[in-house]
C-alpha cells in the first residue's frame, strides 16, 4: 500500500526534524521543502525553495496528504531592525508563496497546518491566555498578527485549515531546553528576573501528537493553542528544572545581568526570558485530547532521565 505524503516546509529546525521523524514512523511519506541539504535528513526527500518564490519544489504538493509550514527565521537573536524585518519577511513570504503554489496543482492536500506563536499574547502575566484572549502589544504579537492574517488570506476554500499557537517546546534534542540544561549546570539555573512571567510549555511528543491529530481527524480546524495545560513561572521552572538535574546550587539572574548576558555572550534578545505568559489550551481540552505530559516534572523527567 503507497504511503500518504506529508509536506514540511522549513523543516531543517530542531522542531521540524523531530515531528519529520515521528510521522515517519507513523508511515508517512515525508518530503522536507528546505533551503539546503541537512545531512542528517539522509533518506528524506528533500527539495529546495528559497521561501519566497515558485519553483520545481510546488510539484510536491501535489498529492499530498497535508502540508505543514513551520518556516522562518529563529527568533532566537539580538532584535535589529534587519533581524526583525527578516523575522517578519520569512514568516509572511513563506506562507503567501504557498498559497500561492497550492493553487497552481490540480490535486492539493486537504489540510494546511500552520505554524503561529504563543508570544502573541504578549507579556501577559497577570492572566490565562485561551484562543479567546486579547492579544498583545510588541515586535512578537505583531509578527504573529501579520502571520496568521497571511495564511487566512491565502488558504484555499477547500483546505482545511489548522494554526497552532505554539509555547515553549521541550525536547531531547534541541531547542531552548538544552541551553537551560547547560546553564544550570554551571549553577546559573535560579529565577530569571522577577521570575514572575509565564513559561508556557509543551512535550515534543505531545506536540508531534497534536500534528498527528489535525492531519487525521476532520474536526480539528481553526486556531488552537498548543501548550500543556498547566503553565509555571519562570521562578518554578527552573526550580523544577534543578530537580530534575539534581543540581542544588543556582543563582538567580537579575534583569540587568539578564539583559547583559544575553547581549554580549548568548547574542539573543533578553526578553525572551524575561516576559512571558500563561497559556490554557481551551479547544484542545474541548476536542478531548488527552497530554501524554501535562505536568512539568514528568515531561522533564522523561526528557533529561
Not at 509550514?69 to 508563496?97: F, H, M, Y
Not at 513559561?199 to 515534543?204: A, D, L, P
Not at 500563561?278 to 488527552?290: D, S
Amino acid at each position: 500500500m503507497k504511503k500518504e505524503k506529508v509536506i514540511i516546509t522549513g523543516g531543517t529546525g530542531f522542531l521540524g526534524k523531530s515531528l519529520a521523524n515521528y510521522l515517519t514512523e507513523k508511515e508517512y511519506d515525508v518530503v522536507i521543502i528546505a533551503r539546503s541539504h541537512p545531512k542528517i535528513f539522509k533518506g528524506k526527500k528533500i527539495a529546495i525553495w528559497d521561501g519566497f518564490s515558485l519553483g520545481e519544489w510546488a510539484k510536491e504538493l501535489e498529492n499530498a496528504k497535508a502540508i505543514i509550514n513551520l518556516a522562518g527565521k529563529s527568533v532566537n537573536c539580538i532584535k535589529t531592525p534587519e533581524n526583525c524585518d527578516e523575522i517578519l519577511r520569512s514568516r509572511v513570504d513563506s506562507t503567501k508563496i504557498i498559497g500561492e503554489a497550492l493553487r497552481t496543482i490540480s490535486n492539493p492536500p486537504k489540510i494546511w497546518i500552520q505554524m503561529s506563536t504563543a508570544h502573541i499574547y504578549g507579556d501577559s502575566r497577570n492572566r490565562i491566555c485561551d484562543e479567546n484572549a486579547t492579544l498583545g502589544y510588541g515586535i512578537a504579537p505583531f509578527v504573529g498578527k501579520k502571520w496568521e492574517e497571511t495564511f487566512h488570506e491565502n488558504l484555499p476554500k477547500n483546505c482545511r485549515g489548522f494554526v497552532m499557537r505554539t509555547s515553549f517546546v521541550v525536547g531531547k534534542n534541541g531547542g531552548a531546553l538544552k541551553k537551560l540544561k547547560q546553564i544550570t549546570k554551571l549553577g546559573f539555573g535560579g529565577k530569571t528576573g522577577s521570575g514572575n512571567q509565564g513559561m508556557s510549555w509543551i512535550h515534543e511528543t505531545d506536540f508531534h501528537r497534536i500534528v498527528l491529530e489535525a492531519i487525521q481527524n476532520d474536526k480539528y480546524s481553526g486556531i488552537y493553542n498548543v501548550s500543556a495545560p498547566k503553565p509555571v513561572s519562570n521562578k518554578v521552572f527552573m526550580k523544577t528544572l534543578r530537580e530534575v538535574l539534581k543540581t542544588p546550587i543556582s543563582i538567580f539572574s537579575p534583569t540587568w545581568m539578564t539583559k547583559f548576558g544575553a547581549k554580549y555572550f548568548l547574542k539573543t534578545d533578553a526578553e525572551l526570558a524575561l516576559y512571558g505568559r500563561y497559556i490554557h489550551p481551551k479547544k484542545l481540552e474541548k476536542e478531548g485530547f488527552e497530554f501524554h505530559f501535562p505536568e512539568l516534572k514528568n515531561a522533564l523527567e522523561n526528557l533529561i532521565n
